[in-house]
Structure formats: structure tokens, C-alpha cells
């Protein structure tokens, strides 16, 4: 190529380059939001920039509050300053970058600042989880924690599940049902004592089945040590998918064995709680990427599939439904899966300004039943 045409060529591969990075998404935008703030310190002696590095993060803090603010409603937020404080007080750690546009010295001895921040929406989020500050932040799965049949440490098997529930209620899922329940448990009908069947009777997405084991108590002159071996499977209970299965052991100790053995049924739950709730946690957030599901179940006066039609078609005009499956129709009976981007209350509220008729409406959690008139 001759020395004449390089710039030309070279201009081409630039732009042919800039429109490739145009057409291409970006991922990280997706996850980001920019916010405008503004920040002010006072001015010590003769340290302007001092004050100015100050009014910064003063402004940095701002936007971070600002933006928590944005994310969510005062239903949704736990009044916690302390835990709150440990968010704002590293407000550098959510901001991907920042450009101050405005700064000024006042004549009140302050220096302000007005920054536009670029906020790391899920780096934020996933704290604030983390933190329990939101109730409700990913709207986590309705969990249930039942026993396996044939356990011969009853007690101990009643605590670590107990244990296991209150773990998961501190971490704010909704747990519908725990020990005493057990695979023994025969309120589902016909499903039996399955994960599957005890789940979908109590309208829970995820059960936590487990199973305790103990070894022989040691007494070592002091205390009383018993090896107490924890399993537990998470289970999908639309589905039967397990999407976790964990195992700890641990070695409780007491004055007596039995006091060995109840130490170590809390000891092992406590361990398992926290690799079991990210394992769902995790398995929650891709599966409601698109909206949350929920299953709603239609009764008709009678068998009439053209209304049955009509109200399908009604739901499918809200604004927020992704997705409606009818999965089964029976006797004026239908049962549909809707996926819907939006607070329950609100799908609630939108359901009974939209469908004409609705006589009864029952509402727990993502279940819904609807009688027309």
C-alpha cells in the first residue's frame, strides 16, 4: 500500500471500528444509572483543597443516597440508620465514576460541588441484601423446611429445622411452613408427603428437605462431644428440580450428650442456612429475570371456555405481564402461570380494575384464586 493512502484507509478502519462498538450493547449500562448531586465542606484555614476533596465525597454520598431512595419505596426499606451508615460511609465502592460540573468557593466559608455519578446498581443492591435493609428488595422465594421420615433424634431433627426457618426469616424470605412438618405430612391430598405436593398446598416455590444424623456421645473428662451430621436439599416444588444439596458436619458439645447433640442440630443449621439461601438466592434471581411468577387459579360458574378465553386475554393487557400459560382447565376450573414485572399489590390492584365480573379474590403471597360471578 502506497504512503499516500494510509490516513484514508486508516480512517476507514476507525470508523468501520466506532460503528461495531455503536451496534454492540453494553452490558455494564444495563447495570449502572447516573445521578447528579451536590456536595459542600467547609473551608479549614487556607485548605481549598481539602474542602474541595471533602465537598466531593460529600456529593459522592448524595447521589448514593439519592439513588437508594430511587430504588425503592418506604414499604420496602427497614428504618435501620446503623446499617445504612455502612453504606453511605463507603459510597466510593458503588460509584463506577464521577465528573464534578459545578464547583464554587461561597462567601459563607463553604465549598460546594455539584458531581454527575455514575452508580453501580447491582454492586448496590446486592449489599443492601446482604445488610437485610430491604424486605423485599428480590422478593425471595416462599420457603417451606421439612423433615425426612424416620428420624430417630426427633428433637434434635425439630431444632435444626427450626433453626434453619428462623434463618431463612431473619434473611427475609417468606417461610410458609416448617418442623413439625414433615414427609409424613399428608395435607397436600393426593401428592402425598412429597416436597412438591407439601410445597404447592402452602404456595411455596422452594422446599428445604433435610435429615440429621448423630454418631455416639464421647465424654472427655470435661464435656460431652457428639458428631452430628446435617443434609438438606433444596427443591423446586413446581418442577422437582433440586437446585442445591449441601452437607455439613460439625461436633456439638454439652454437660450431657443430649445437651451435645441440640448443640451441635444448631450448629450444623446455622452452618448450612447460609450456603443453602445463596444457592437459592442465586436460582431466584435468574429464574425472575423477566418478572415474578405467579399461579393463579380461575373458578367459572361453569365449565365456559369463552370467558375462560376472554379473562386470559384481560390479563394479558396488563402492563407488567411477560408471560401466561394456561396449565390446566377442568370442571370450570383453570389454572394458568402468569410472570409479571411489578409488586403484587399492584398485579392485584390492576387485575381487579381490568376483569369484569370478579366475585372473590384470594391473595397469599404469588397465589391467586379468582371466582367470577
Given at each position: 500500500?502506497?504512503?499516500?493512502?494510509?490516513?484514508?484507509f486508516y480512517t476507514l478502519i476507525l470508523s468501520m471500528l466506532m460503528l461495531v462498538v455503536s451496534l454492540c450493547p453494553s452490558a455494564a449500562k444495563d447495570n449502572t444509572q447516573t445521578a447528579t448531586a451536590c456536595g459542600e465542606a467547609a473551608i479549614q484555614g487556607d485548605n481549598i483543597a481539602g474542602a474541595r476533596a471533602a465537598a466531593v465525597e460529600n456529593a459522592?454520598?448524595?447521589?448514593?443516597?439519592?439513588?437508594?431512595?430511587?430504588?425503592?419505596?418506604?414499604?420496602?426499606?427497614?428504618?435501620?440508620?446503623?446499617?445504612?451508615?455502612?453504606?453511605?460511609?463507603?459510597?466510593?465502592?458503588?460509584?463506577?465514576?464521577?465528573?464534578?460540573?459545578?464547583?464554587?468557593?461561597?462567601?459563607?466559608?463553604?465549598?460546594?460541588?455539584?458531581?454527575?455519578?455514575?452508580?453501580?446498581?447491582?454492586?448496590?443492591?446486592?449489599?443492601?441484601?446482604?445488610?437485610?435493609?430491604?424486605?423485599?428488595?428480590?422478593?425471595?422465594?416462599?420457603?417451606?423446611?421439612?423433615?425426612?421420615?424416620?428420624?430417630?433424634?426427633?428433637?434434635?431433627?425439630?431444632?435444626?429445622?427450626?433453626?434453619?426457618?428462623?434463618?431463612?426469616?431473619?434473611?427475609?424470605?417468606?417461610?410458609?411452613?416448617?418442623?413439625?412438618?414433615?414427609?409424613?405430612?399428608?395435607?397436600?391430598?393426593?401428592?402425598?408427603?412429597?416436597?412438591?405436593?407439601?410445597?404447592?398446598?402452602?404456595?411455596?416455590?422452594?422446599?428445604?428437605?433435610?435429615?440429621?444424623?448423630?454418631?455416639?456421645?464421647?465424654?472427655?473428662?470435661?464435656?460431652?462431644?457428639?458428631?452430628?451430621?446435617?443434609?438438606?436439599?433444596?427443591?423446586?416444588?413446581?418442577?422437582?428440580?433440586?437446585?442445591?444439596?449441601?452437607?455439613?458436619?460439625?461436633?456439638?458439645?454439652?454437660?450431657?450428650?443430649?445437651?451435645?447433640?441440640?448443640?451441635?442440630?444448631?450448629?450444623?443449621?446455622?452452618?448450612?442456612?447460609?450456603?443453602?439461601?445463596?444457592?437459592?438466592?442465586?436460582?431466584?434471581?435468574?429464574?425472575?429475570?423477566?418478572?415474578?411468577?405467579?399461579?393463579?387459579?380461575?373458578?367459572?360458574?361453569?365449565?365456559?371456555?369463552?370467558?375462560?378465553?376472554?379473562?386470559?386475554?384481560?390479563?394479558?393487557?396488563?402492563?407488567?405481564?411477560?408471560?401466561?400459560?394456561?396449565?390446566?382447565?377442568?370442571?370450570?376450573?383453570?389454572?394458568?402461570?402468569?410472570?409479571?414485572?411489578?409488586?403484587?399489590?399492584?398485579?392485584?390492584?390492576?387485575?381487579?380494575?381490568?376483569?369484569p365480573g370478579i366475585g372473590k379474590i384470594i391473595f397469599k403471597g404469588r397465589y391467586m384464586e379468582i371466582t367470577l360471578e
Amino acid at each position: 500500500m502506497q504512503n499516500g493512502h494510509r490516513p484514508a484507509f486508516y480512517t476507514l478502519i476507525l470508523s468501520m471500528l466506532m460503528l461495531v462498538v455503536s451496534l454492540c450493547p453494553s452490558a455494564a449500562k444495563d447495570n449502572t444509572q447516573t445521578a447528579t448531586a451536590c456536595g459542600e465542606a467547609a473551608i479549614q484555614g487556607d485548605n481549598i483543597a481539602g474542602a474541595r476533596a471533602a465537598a466531593v465525597e460529600n456529593a459522592l454520598r448524595n447521589a448514593v443516597e439519592r439513588h437508594v431512595g430511587a430504588m425503592m419505596d418506604a414499604r420496602s426499606i427497614v428504618k435501620n440508620d446503623r446499617l445504612l451508615e455502612q453504606i453511605y460511609t463507603h459510597s466510593r465502592g458503588y460509584i463506577s465514576e464521577y465528573e464534578v460540573i459545578r464547583e464554587k468557593k461561597a462567601d459563607s466559608g463553604l465549598y460546594r460541588v455539584t458531581v454527575s455519578a455514575v452508580v453501580r446498581n447491582e454492586e448496590l443492591k446486592s449489599r443492601l441484601a446482604e445488610l437485610g435493609v430491604i424486605k423485599q428488595m428480590m422478593d425471595y422465594p416462599r420457603i417451606g423446611v421439612m423433615a425426612k421420615d424416620g428420624n430417630r433424634k426427633p428433637e434434635a431433627h425439630r431444632l435444626a429445622g427450626q433453626a434453619m426457618a428462623g434463618f431463612f426469616t431473619d434473611k427475609r424470605f417468606d417461610v410458609v411452613a416448617q418442623p413439625p412438618v414433615d414427609a409424613s405430612d399428608r395435607s397436600a391430598g393426593a401428592g402425598g408427603g412429597s416436597p412438591g405436593a407439601v410445597g404447592r398446598a402452602r404456595h411455596a416455590e422452594i422446599m428445604v428437605v433435610y435429615a440429621l444424623t448423630a454418631g455416639a456421645s464421647r465424654f472427655d473428662e470435661v464435656m460431652e462431644t457428639v458428631p452430628v451430621t446435617l443434609s438438606a436439599r433444596a427443591v423446586v416444588t413446581s418442577t422437582g428440580q433440586v437446585l442445591s444439596s449441601e452437607q455439613t458436619r460439625v461436633f456439638g458439645l454439652g454437660d450431657s450428650a443430649h445437651g451435645a447433640l441440640m448443640d451441635g442440630a444448631r450448629k450444623s443449621a446455622e452452618r448450612l442456612g447460609p450456603e443453602l439461601a445463596e444457592d437459592i438466592a442465586g436460582w431466584w434471581a435468574e429464574y425472575t429475570a423477566n418478572g415474578l411468577p405467579y399461579r393463579i387459579v380461575l373458578k367459572l360458574p361453569s365449565a365456559d371456555g369463552r370467558r375462560a378465553a376472554y379473562f386470559q386475554e384481560k390479563l394479558r393487557s396488563i402492563p407488567g405481564v411477560a408471560r401466561l400459560t394456561e396449565r390446566s382447565t377442568e370442571k370450570g376450573t383453570s389454572q394458568m402461570r402468569l410472570t409479571f414485572k411489578g409488586r403484587p399489590t399492584e398485579l392485584k390492584r390492576q387485575i381487579l380494575d381490568t376483569v369484569p365480573g370478579i366475585g372473590k379474590i384470594i391473595f397469599k403471597g404469588r397465589y391467586m384464586e379468582i371466582t367470577l360471578e
